[in-house]
């Protein structure tokens, strides 16, 4: 069997991976190259925190979007010239915010992040080689209701299995596990379950791994089109030739959903920014760090932290918006002491944004032989592997796994009125 996988950021190598593990033929396309800056996978956090990966519409986030709508400060934002083309799907994404259909989407992502941390070790044993730190995660507030109800919105998955604190910790008792805080924060709690990547390591290693492996990566090879014969594609057409297969999967993080659609195939998914950059701490965390007042963790990478934060929707534009890091900068500043006062490497990437916040893999839509492995929002360092390891299970099966009923691209309802309960 040969698949052709398009994409090579975090989803797309772990769907090529686990495709030849199971002996199948493999050819990546990729309109860059494998850990290229302007992946989402190069410069985000890279935790790997299945305890904290519930969806992003949430009861209440309605009424502080409108608020963030006209600030560009704002840790959530949207840029007014781009609001024309992003009402239906704003419209949609607030369908989605009330108890009911958080609660579910917890529930599918707590099942689909069950053997995250299992694959990761199971691939550091297969000699893929990257930059890992499995030190858990320190949430730090300024004030201990806000800590509460950062431990709160973490309760839907202790039902599922996932070990969390029964309490927040005090000023005192925080500081002890982390020395790094300053007298800033006041309260906090400690979660173990969590690791952090350095992700352009991580892509990098993969992308090594699988040359080893003897999967073939086509890089700046943009794709544009298809060959499409009775329900199924023949070939996918690149700026560097034809490429066949027996099967495809797309599997190209926000582009997806323009990829998809030169197949005629809808998803309801907007590119989401956020924004990061590294600084020079004077007492390095032993932790990650999710400052959860200004809404940035932090992510120790030996000599040096990143902070990352901010979901900007303005399309599918990577520049920088000075305004909004330099706030973030500030924010940051205000609780990690620095040893140079400025910030290295600003950076932007975009995360797929489905409008119920979880991902999309599947069949897609009326083609028996491609498939779509994206939506993984702020997710993907999370589940690219245990979804990459089930689609890779469906496509040599050709078996939708119950895991992945949450997640079919049909789920999405044409009319707002008419959606229906999961």
Known sequence: MKVTVVGAGIAGLCCAYYLRKRDVEVTILDSAHVGARSASSWGNGGWIAPAQAGPLPE??????????????????????????HLTPWLLRFWTYCNQRDYDSGTAALAALGKRSFQLVDEMVDDGVEFDLWKLGMVCATSKPEEARKVLRSLEGMRKHGY??????????????????????????????????????????????????????????????GFDRTDGAVRAAHTTKGDVTADAFVLAAGSWTAPLARKLGVSIPMEPGKGYSFLLRPKVMPRHGILFADIHAGVTPLGDRIRIGGTMEFSGYDLSIDERRISNLFRLASDYVELETPDYEEPWAGLRPMT???????????????????????????????????????????????????????DRFPRLIARRPAR
Do not use: C
């Open 355 to 409: 409008v119920d916040g979880l991902p999309v893999l599947d069949w897609a839509g009326p083609y028996r032989n491609t498939y779509v492995a994206t939506g993984y929002s702020m997710l993907g360092m999370t589940l690219s592997e245990p979804g990459g390891e089930a689609l890779a299970e469906m496509i040599t099966t050709g078996r939708r796994p119950e895991l992945f009923e949450p997640f079919r691209i």
């Open 59 to 84: 009861a209440g986030l309605t009424v502080y979007g409108l608020r963030a709508l006209v600030r560009a400060d704002s840790a959530l934002y949207f840029r007014p010239s781009y609001l024309p």
């Open 163 to 224: 070990d969390l604190p029964d309490d927040i910790l005090g000023e005192d008792e925080i500081k002890a596990i982390e020395p790094s805080l300053n007298d800033r924060v006041k309260a906090g709690f400690h979660l173990e379950g969590q690791w952090n990547v350095k992700a352009d390591t991580m892509t990098v290693g993969l992308g090594s791994k699988l040359r080893e492996m003897g999967v073939e990566i086509v890089e700046e090879a943009e794709v544009t």
